[in-house]
């Protein structure tokens, strides 16, 4: 899309360094030189303002990302595209299916009435779940990494959705503030909620979660 467009050598595309690197990757495939914003804390998704802040006269595009079944502000970002003459593309995770959703939906509703300790989604009409990340409380990721491991101990699958954001890894290293990308990635942890998940497996995710948070120091 980016080359059809007409996006090359000398062109800047801003994109997330919250997530997968395959986004990062199709910039210089296309010859362009990936530029990361910072993410809005509560969707993980882009923060308008942040990517108005990376622009430069060299930018051709912004890549909008839905991250974790939470959708990416297009609006704004469209908006902040006609005004600078830059060409939007929007990025969206595999699609579950309706009843799939549905079933996720429910399981989620179910753990944000009842986790305790742990900070759970920003609800939003259209999020999908196609993961159910929470923010561990404490000290960043040595906090979330124990946090992480009690929990798989105990038998529930959770995992770490982002271990490294893109600029800190070596391809695309970049010296570049975004404080918002590196909590967020060392704070945050995916729960199950699966469509085929049982309400006896929901309440052990709760118990056990709600068990450990307590455990876990405020940051100071």
Same mark, same amino acid.
């Given at each position: 899309?980016?080359? +059809?467009?007409?996006?090359? *050598?000398?062109?800047?595309?801003?994109?997330? +360094?919250?997530?997968?690197?395959?986004? =990062?990757?199709?910039?210089?495939? +296309?010859? &362009?030189?990936?530029?990361?914003?910072?993410?809005?804390? &509560?969707?993980?998704?882009?923060?308008?303002? =942040?990517?108005?802040?990376?622009?430069?006269? %060299?930018?051709?595009?912004?890549?909008?990302?839905? %991250?974790?079944?939470?959708?990416?502000?297009?609006?704004?970002? $469209?908006?902040?595209?006609?005004? $600078?003459?830059?060409?939007?593309?929007?990025? &969206?995770?595999?699609? =579950?299916?309706?009843?799939?959703?549905? !079933?996720?939906?429910? !399981? #989620? @509703?179910?753990?944000? =009435?009842?986790?305790?300790?742990?900070?759970?989604?920003?609800?939003?009409?259209?999020?999908?779940?196609?993961?159910?990340?929470?923010?561990?409380?404490?000290?960043?990721?040595?906090? !979330?990494? &124990?946090? @992480?491991? @009690?929990?798989? @101990?105990?038998?529930? /699958?959770?995992?770490?959705?982002?271990?490294?954001?893109?600029? !800190?890894?070596?391809?695309?290293? %970049?010296?570049?503030?975004?404080?918002?990308?590196?909590? *967020?990635?060392?704070?945050?942890? /995916?729960?199950?909620?699966?469509?085929?998940?049982?309400?006896?497996?929901?309440?052990?995710?709760?118990?056990?979660?709600? #068990?450990?948070?307590?455990?876990?120091?405020?940051?100071?």
């Amino acid at each position: 899309m980016l080359r +059809a467009a007409g996006v090359g *050598a000398g062109d800047e595309v801003v994109v997330p +360094a919250f997530g997968n690197v395959e986004v =990062a990757r199709a910039v210089t495939l +296309a010859g &362009a030189l990936p530029v990361f914003a910072d993410i809005n804390p &509560a969707t993980y998704c882009l923060d308008p303002t =942040a990517v108005d802040t990376a622009l430069t006269p %060299r930018t051709a595009a912004i890549v909008a990302v839905h %991250r974790f079944g939470h959708p990416a502000d297009l609006g704004q970002l $469209r908006a902040l595209g006609q005004r $600078r003459g830059l060409l939007v593309l929007e990025h &969206a995770e595999l699609d =579950a299916s309706r009843d799939e959703t549905a !079933r996720r939906r429910e !399981r #989620a @509703a179910y753990l944000d =009435a009842r986790l305790r300790g742990v900070r759970t989604p920003e609800h939003d009409a259209g999020h999908t779940y196609q993961q159910y990340v929470v923010r561990v409380p404490g000290n960043g990721r040595p906090d !979330r990494d &124990a946090f @992480a491991r @009690a929990v798989q @101990a105990k038998g529930v /699958a959770c995992r770490i959705p982002v271990p490294t954001p893109v600029h !800190r890894l070596p391809e695309f290293r %970049r010296d570049v503030s975004l404080p918002e990308t590196q909590r *967020a990635a060392d704070e945050t942890l /995916a729960l199950p909620v699966d469509g085929w998940l049982t309400k006896r497996d929901m309440q052990r995710t709760a118990s056990v979660c709600n #068990a450990l948070g307590g455990l876990l120091a405020p940051a100071l």
